[in-house]
C-alpha cells in the first residue's frame, strides 16, 4: 500500500508540508503508512486565519447554534467512522480499543451538545452565579460573566487516542466560541487527519474555527498571546519545556497541562478472595493493563492490596492474563493489540528494567517477540514490589505499555499514603465495599487525585471503570499529572472563556446579560402576561396581583384535603411551642397553590405547561388573617423549538407588610 502524505489544513486550505517528510509506521508490521511534515507553514499567518476569520464567526453564533454544530459533526463522524476503524488497525488498536477512540470521542460531541443546549443560555454570555447585592439600596449590584476569548486554542495531543484526543479538547473549545488549530501527535496523526477531513467536509464548521498541524509546531509558540490557550497531553518532559517557553510566561498565556499519571487502584482493606469486590478488581486491572495495551492515561499502575491479600491477588491476575490473546488487532480472537511504535516498546522496556529494580516481574516476558517481528507487539508484565515504602520507581516511573505493579499495604492510612505517593494523579479506584473506607480515602487522598472512583457489588454492572474520563466530569489531577482539567461537562467550556465581574445598576446588569435583575425598572403588565405569546414576553414585564387572606379555615381546608395535618399548621399549642413559628402557620404549599391561583389566568392561550420551581425559598411564615401578594415577573426566556420557548418566571409572594414570604423560579413552557 502506497503510504499517504498527510496534509495540513493551514488558513483554508490543506497543504502538504515542505522539505523531507517523516514517516509514520504501523504498529502491527511497521510499514510505513504515511508520511508527515509542516515545514513551510505560515504558523503566525494560522493563528491570525484563527483569531480573524474563525473566532469573530463564532462568537456570533449563540452557545446553542455552536451546539448543533458540534452535534452536525458527530453525526458526520459516525456516518464515516468506519473508515476511521480501519486505519486505527494500523495503531495497533483492536476495535475494542478503538471503540473507545472513535465512538468515545463521538460520545464527547454528543454529552457536549446536549449539555450545551441544555445547560448553556441561546445567548453569547454566559453568567456565573447569582447577583451580589454591593449597596444597600439594591442601585449597585454585581454578577460575574464569561466571555469568549478572543484567541485561538493551541491543541497538542498525545498519541494514545488520535480521535478522543482532539475531540474531548474541541467540543468544550468550540462550545466557548473558540477557533482551534489541533497538532495531534505524529505517530497515530493520519488517523487525527482522516478526522478532521470528515469535520471540515460536513461544511457546518465556519472558516478558520478548525485548523490542522501535522508535524512540528514551527514558531507557533513565539506567536502567542494572553487571549491563546495551549492544551498539552502528553509526557511531564515535553510539557515542562512548553509551559516555560517565554512567551507562555511573559503573555500569561493559559496553559493546560495532561501529562504522566501512576494511577493506583486499592483493594478495600476488608476484602477477602470471597468478596465479590477481589474478582472485581482483578478483572479491572486486567482490562486496565490490556485496553490500547495500557497505553491510556489514566491506566492502573500501582495495585495497592492488603499485605495479606498480595499473594491470592498476584495468582487471580496471572491466571486471568494468561487468556489474554495478543496479536494482530484485527484477528477476532485478539484481546490486546500492539504498542503504537517499535520506539514505544523500546521505552516502555527500559521503564519495566527501570521498576524491576524495586522488585520484581511476577508475570510476562517483556523481552518475547510476539506476532509479527516487525510490529511492536510485547506481553503484558506485572511487577510486585513488597517494599512500596523502599520503592521509587514504582510511584514515579510510567511505563506507558501493559505493566503494572503489585504492592502490599498494611492498613487505610498506609494505602492512602502510598496512593499519594504518585505526586498528584488523574484517577484512582477503590474494590470496597466499606463506605467509612471511602470517605477516608477521600479525605486523605482526594487532593492528590482529579478523580476518586468506588466501584462495588452494587455499581460494578454499570460501572464506566476506572479507566474511563466521563465528559461529564473532571479530567485531569494535581502535580505529577500536569495541574490541568479538561471536560468536567460546562466548566470544560469556561476554560476556554474569560470570567469578568461586572458592577453596575441592575438594569444596566439585566440589558447586558438579557435576563431580569431585581431593582432594575419592570414594565407593569398591560395584558395578563398568560395571554402573550413567547417573543412578545419582554424580560422585565411584571404582573402583580390583588391580595388574598388566608384564613384558618383555608388551611384546615388545605390540610384535610391533602392530608397534611402537621402538628404547625393543625396544633395551637405546638406550634406556639415551636421557636420559629410561634403559632399556626400556613402550608408552604398553601402559599404556592394560593399564589398559582392568583397570577394564573385560566383560558386557554399560548402557556403550555408548567414545568417545574427552582431555588425555592419559604422566606417567613404566614399566619392565618395575613394576606399574600404576588408580583410575576419575566426573568429569563430560551426558546426550545421554533414553536417553543421556556419562560423563566421571578416569582415573588409577599405579606400585608411588603415583605417577602417566598421566593422561586416558575417554570413554563410557552408557544412561540
Ligand atoms: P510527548 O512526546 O510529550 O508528545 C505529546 C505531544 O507533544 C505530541 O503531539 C508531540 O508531537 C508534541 N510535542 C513534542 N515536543 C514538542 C515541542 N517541542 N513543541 C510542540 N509540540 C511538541 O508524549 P507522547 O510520548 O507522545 O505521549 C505519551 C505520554 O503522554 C505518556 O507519558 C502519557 O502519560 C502522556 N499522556 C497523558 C494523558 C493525560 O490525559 N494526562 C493522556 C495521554 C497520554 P510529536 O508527536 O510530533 O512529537
Redesign the pocket.
Known amino acids: 500500500m502506497k503510504p499517504t502524505m498527510l496534509q495540513n489544513y493551514a488558513e483554508g486550505k490543506w497543504v502538504a508540508g515542505a522539505g523531507a517528510p517523516a514517516e509514520l509506521r504501523s504498529a502491527i508490521d511497521g510499514a510505513v503508512v504515511a508520511l508527515t511534515s509542516s515545514q513551510g507553514l505560515d504558523f503566525a499567518g494560522m493563528l491570525q486565519f484563527a483569531r480573524q476569520r474563525g473566532g469573530p464567526a463564532l462568537r456570533k453564533l449563540t452557545f446553542h447554534q455552536r451546539a448543533l454544530i458540534l452535534k452536525a459533526l458527530a453525526e458526520a463522524l459516525t456516518a464515516k467512522k468506519e473508515a476511521l476503524y480501519e486505519l486505527s488497525y494500523q495503531t495497533g488498536a483492536t476495535k475494542a480499543d478503538s471503540w473507545i477512540d472513535i465512538d468515545g470521542g463521538i460520545g464527547t460531541f454528543a454529552v457536549y451538545q446536549g449539555k450545551g443546549r441544555r445547560e448553556l443560555p441561546n445567548d453569547t454570555i454566559l453568567i456565573d452565579g447569582a447577583v451580589e447585592a454591593l449597596s444597600r439600596g439594591g442601585a449597585f449590584q454585581g454578577l460575574h460573566v464569561f466571555t469568549s476569548l478572543q484567541g485561538a486554542a493551541v491543541h ?6 488520535p480521535v478522543w484526543g482532539m475531540l474531548e479538547k474541541l467540543a468544550p473549545t468550540l462550545l466557548a466560541g473558540l477557533p482551534a488549530i489541533v ?5 497515530t496523526a493520519y488517523l487525527t487527519e482522516a478526522a478532521v477531513r470528515i469535520m471540515l467536509e460536513a461544511g457546518v464548521l465556519p472558516e478558520g474555527a478548525l485548523q490542522l498541524i501535522v ?3 514551527g514558531d507557533l509558540f513565539d506567536h502567542l498571546t494572553s487571549q491563546d490557550v495551549v492544551s ?4 511531564a ?2 510539557a515542562a ?2 509551559k516555560t517557553h517565554p512567551v507562555i510566561v511573559r503573555e500569561s498565556v493559559r496553559f493546560v497541562a ?4 501512576l494511577n493506583a487502584s486499592v483493594l478495600g482493606p476488608e476484602v477477602s478472595p470471597e468478596s465479590p469486590e477481589f474478582d472485581l478488581f482483578v478483572k479491572e486491572a486486567v482490562k486496565e493493563m490490556t485496553v490500547k495495551a495500557g497505553q491510556k ?1 489514566t491506566a492502573i499502575r500501582r495495585l495497592l492490596v492488603p499485605a495479606p491479600m498480595i499473594d491470592p491477588v498476584q495468582a487471580a491476575l496471572a491466571a486471568r492474563l494468561e487468556n489474554i490473546v495478543i496479536g494482530d488487532p484485527r484477528d477476532e480472537a485478539t484481546r490486546m493489540g500492539a504498542l503504537v511504535s517499535v520506539a514505544q516498546r523500546e521505552d516502555v522496556r527500559e521503564k519495566i528494567a527501570e521498576i524491576a529494580r524495586d522488585g520484581a516481574i511476577v508475570y510476562g516476558d517483556p523481552g518475547l517477540e510476539i506476532a509479527n517481528a516487525k510490529g511492536a507487539f510485547i506481553s503484558p508484565v506485572l511487577l510486585r514490589c513488597e517494599r512500596p515504602w523502599q520503592a521509587r520507581a514504582a510511584h514515579d516511573v ?1 511505563a ?1 505499555g501493559p505493566v503494572s505493579t503489585l504492592m502490599p499495604y498494611k492498613d487505610a492510612d498506609d494505602a492512602i499514603a502510598l496512593a499519594n505517593r504518585g505526586k498528584g494523579s ?1 484517577v484512582m479506584s477503590a474494590f470496597t465495599y466499606d463506605t467509612e473506607f471511602a470517605r477516608t480515602l477521600v479525605l486523605g487522598a482526594g487532593a492528590f487525585h482529579g478523580r476518586l472512583a468506588f466501584i462495588d457489588r452494587d455499581s460494578a454492572k454499570e460501572s464506566t471503570g476506572h479507566g474511563s474520563p466521563m465528559p461529564q466530569l473532571v ?1 485531569g489531577g494535581p502535580g505529577r ?2 495541574g490541568g482539567e479538561e471536560m468536567g461537562g460546562v466548566r470544560g467550556v469556561t476554560h476556554y472563556m474569560q470570567r469578568t465581574a461586572l458592577q453596575g445598576h441592575p438594569r444596566v446588569l439585566s440589558a447586558i446579560v438579557g435576563r431580569y435583575v431585581a431593582g432594575m425598572p419592570v414594565q407593569k403588565a398591560s395584558e395578563h402576561p398568560f395571554r402573550r405569546k413567547f417573543h412578545d414576553l419582554p424580560i422585565g414585564y411584571q404582573l402583580t396581583t390583588k391580595a388574598r387572606e388566608i384564613t384558618l379555615q383555608d388551611i384546615e381546608h388545605f390540610a384535610h384535603f391533602t392530608g397534611d395535618t402537621f402538628y404547625a399548621h393543625m396544633d395551637e399549642a405546638a406550634a406556639a411551642a415551636n421557636p420559629l413559628f410561634g403559632g399556626r402557620v400556613a402550608h408552604g404549599y398553601l402559599i404556592l397553590a394560593f399564589a398559582a391561583g392568583l397570577f394564573v389566568d385560566p383560558d386557554p392561550g399560548p402557556v403550555l405547561a408548567n414545568y417545574g420551581l427552582d431555588n425555592l425559598r419559604f422566606v417567613k411564615p404566614v399566619k392565618p388573617g395575613d394576606a399574600i401578594q404576588v408580583a410575576l415577573t419575566v426573568k429569563d426566556k430560551t426558546l426550545r423549538k421554533p414553536d417553543q420557548g421556556e419562560v423563566r418566571w421571578d416569582v415573588v409572594v409577599t405579606n400585608r407588610d411588603g415583605e417577602t414570604v417566598a421566593a422561586y423560579d416558575l417554570l413554563t413552557m410557552n408557544a412561540a
Open positions: 497538542i495531543n498525545a498519541f494514545n487516542f497538532k495531534p501527535a505524529s505517530a508535524g512540528g509546531t498539552f497531553t502528553g509526557s518532559a515535553t519545556k512548553l495532561e501529562q504522566d499519571s492515561c510510567e506507558f488523574l479530567h499529572a500536569g
